[in-house]
């Protein structure tokens, strides 16, 4: 495994390109592409990766408090996910493997008492503090959900997306994609099978359950609807979005939205990515000596 540290804290896993395949066109190296050939890029890019490990900075608006946490990761094909959180909780511990342990999370929190538990993905412990599920987890479902949005922009036809270049990010030349986009939507009645269950109504409407939640600040919790009640679908998944997606790995390195005030809703980085380091079963089994389940 090759690993290259552009900073002393940032190692950016490289992907072998085949030739005329997923390179820019030669001498075309500096022209920007189309948000479509960008994202098609580096769809095909992480595609042909199996495993990877590094360290991932999570910043998300909560109420009004933005949050961070920072872990180190392991993922594997087809869905396998172990993080341990490095800060705030340090030494907590969370693995989840598709189609094992009932589909649930294992975990500890790392601190007194420390009882490894099961947790359904969408639960209020597996959700704290969390806008999104474990199950979304991964570079190659951060590229699709990206382009989801990009393609429901443009079929809408009220949002602005640009590619220029980004300079140097963290020691990798970037493209950056950039996107405008109003903070319109439609009100929605909550139907019989959704009540109590924001998650079943956002899965209905076609749109993140907690961008709905957000929005809707009457709503206090994912079971806080009732059918009949209307709740606002906003649009759009922020009101302005920034990616930063490396010219040479094709990476998405940095995802940042902003909210309908504009505030910082969400920033991802991974601030240590190695491809392919031969993660085995044992990497998420949790006998592993390594490990504290």
């Not at 342990?101 to 597996?126: E, M």
């Not at 989801?148 to 994609?177: C, H, M």
């Not at 929605?188 to 009540?195: A, T």
């Not at 998944?237 to 040479?248: D, E």
Request: with cysteine; glycine share 8%; aromatic share 12%.
């Amino acid at each position: 495994m090759r690993k290259r540290k552009p900073t002393h804290f940032f190692a950016l896993f490289s992907v072998c390109l085949l030739a005329g395949q997923l390179a820019l066109p030669s001498g075309a190296q500096d022209a920007a592409p189309s948000v479509d050939a960008l994202f098609a890029r580096s769809l095909k890019a992480i595609k042909a990766v199996h495993d990877y490990q590094g360290e991932f900075v999570k910043r998300e608006l909560i109420g009004d408090e933005l949050k961070t946490e920072k872990f180190f990761f392991k993922f594997a094909r087809p869905f396998k996910v172990y993080l341990r959180y490095i800060d705030p909780h340090p030494g907590q511990e969370v693995l989840y493997i598709r189609g094992q342990n009932k589909n649930r999370i294992k975990a500890h929190k790392g601190s007194f008492p420390d009882i490894t538990v099961n947790l359904g993905v969408y639960g209020r412990q597996a959700m704290k503090d969390s806008h999104q599920p474990i199950t979304t987890f991964g570079l190659q479902l951060q590229i699709e959900i990206m382009g989801q949005i990009y393609r429901k922009a443009a079929a809408r036809g009220d949002a602005n997306y640009t590619v220029s270049d980004g300079g140097i990010f963290l020691g990798e030349p970037v493209w950056k994609v950039e996107a405008h986009l109003p903070s319109t939507g439609d009100t929605v009645k909550v139907i019989e099978n959704e009540d109590g269950n924001l998650w079943a109504f956002a899965k209905r409407v076609g749109q993140t359950m907690y961008v709905i939640l957000h929005y809707n600040e009457d709503i206090d919790s994912p079971k806080d609807i009732d059918e009949g009640d209307e709740v606002f679908v906003p649009h759009h998944y922020g009101s302005r979005l920034q990616y930063l997606i490396g010219k040479k790995t094709l990476m998405p390195l940095q995802e940042t939205s902003w909210d309908h005030r504009g505030r910082v809703y969400e920033s991802y980085d991974y601030t240590v990515l190695d491809l392919s380091p031969g993660l085995t079963a044992k990497d998420f089994d949790p006998d592993n000596e390594a490990y504290d389940f």
